[in-house]
């Protein structure tokens, strides 16, 4: 079943002469529960792609559906909760508010959206991402790996149809990028979310099902990850 499909997608800036192709006309489409890993070198437009498939940034032309709704074709208000509800974001910088703990942190999608919590699978995901003896700490108590960890959690607490990893482990050392990875496959595994990493690192791309490889805005690789 797709759950994502990108088509005649294309990002452009400036004009004339200074006119820059961050992405050229690329479609492509993701079944549910496939883990995918976008890689290319920085300024391939990798990120750029993913910001559009999170619904941060706009395309200049094409279409992303998600779960079968465009989500070019959304209005702001429409676009915050579709986003808020289907799409859970994870970023190498975290973002996790200074001043809520680890639980309110991972439970803030919620609260803005209105939703009332279940306890279960908040209990269920603090514990598989090993932050149990951590729920009542701020950000600043915790380790980098360990915040990472938090932004997971956040991304999964809403059942997302699709999650996606802007360079996860990019700000991490090599023994918490090698945790970020095993949790993020584990949580694509037992939750059966669809999973969608930008990376640089071919390495940590070799642990998904299939590697899309990006270079000047275009598709120019697209491979099934061997078993």
Do not use: W
């Not at 991402?129 to 951590?134: F, K, N, P, V």
Request: with cysteine.
């Amino acid at each position: 079943m797709e759950i994502l499909k990108v088509q005649n997608l294309s990002k452009v800036y400036g004009n004339g002469d200074t006119q820059i192709k961050a992405i050229d006309n690329v479609s492509f489409s993701v079944a549910k529960g496939e883990f995918v890993a976008i890689v290319g070198a920085s300024g391939s437009g990798k990120s750029t792609l993913l910001h559009i498939m999170g619904g941060v940034d706009t395309p200049s032309s094409g279409q992303v559906l998600v779960d079968g709704t465009d989500i070019c074709a959304l209005d702001q208000t429409k676009l915050a909760i579709f986003r808020r509800r289907q799409i859970g974001l994870i970023y190498q910088f975290y973002n996790l508010i200074p001043i809520l703990s680890v639980e309110e942190n991972i439970t803030l999608p919620l609260l803005l959206d209105e939703r009332g919590l279940d306890e279960a699978r908040l209990k269920e995901i603090v514990a598989t991402l090993g932050l149990t003896d951590r729920v009542r700490h701020l950000p600043n108590q915790l380790s980098g790996g360990q915040q990472q960890r938090v932004s997971i959690g956040r991304a999964l607490i809403n059942t997302p149809a699709l999650v996606l990893a802007d360079e996860p482990t990019g700000n991490l050392d090599s023994a918490n990028s090698k945790e970020i990875i095993t949790l993020l496959k584990l949580s694509n595994q037992r939750y059966q979310q669809t999973l969608i990493l930008v990376t640089h690192d071919r390495d940590i791309a070799r642990h998904a099902d299939r590697i899309i490889t990006f270079g000047d805005g275009r598709i120019v690789r697209d491979e099934a990850v061997p078993a």
